[in-house]
Nanobody
Framework: QVQLVESGGGLVQPGGSLRLSCVAS????????MGWYRQAPGKQRELVAQ???????KYGDPATGRFTISRGSAQNTIDLQMNNLNPEDTAVYYC?????????????WGQGSQITVSA
């Protein structure tokens, strides 16, 4: 099993910035991919950004030009720097880890971190 713990959510004004962090622990395999998804009320969960162990990065449409994902200084951590936030970014942000171990692909999710962008 893998546990994911998120931190850094909260309330921010339009145009502001926030930084999310996620720490993974447990039976972590390498290579893997860690990332962030978000889900707004009444909408489907969507990809924000993903980074692989080799450093390959993929951004979803919401992140382009405003968000930056990176591997943290500690092992098995990722950060998401979010700039120029707007009310449409209000959602629950979930940390995600995908790995293949013993021929099986497993996906793990954090509990979610609420981000609210409002004046």
């Amino acid at each position: 099993q893998v546990q994911l713990v998120e931190s850094g959510g909260g309330l921010v004004q339009p145009g502001g910035s926030l930084r999310l962090s996620c720490v993974a622990s447990g039976s972590i395999a390498s290579p893997n991919a860690m990332g962030w998804y978000r889900q707004a009320p009444g909408k489907q969960r969507e990809l924000v950004a993903q980074i692989g162990t080799a450093g390959t990065i993929k951004y979803g449409d919401p992140a382009t030009g405003r968000f930056t994902i990176s591997r943290g200084s500690a092992q098995n951590t990722i950060d998401l720097q979010m700039n120029n936030l707007n009310p449409e970014d209000t959602a629950v942000y979930y940390c995600n880890l995908v790995q293949v171990q013993l021929g099986r692909m497993d996906t793990y999710w954090g509990q979610g971190s609420q981000i609210t962008v409002s004046a």
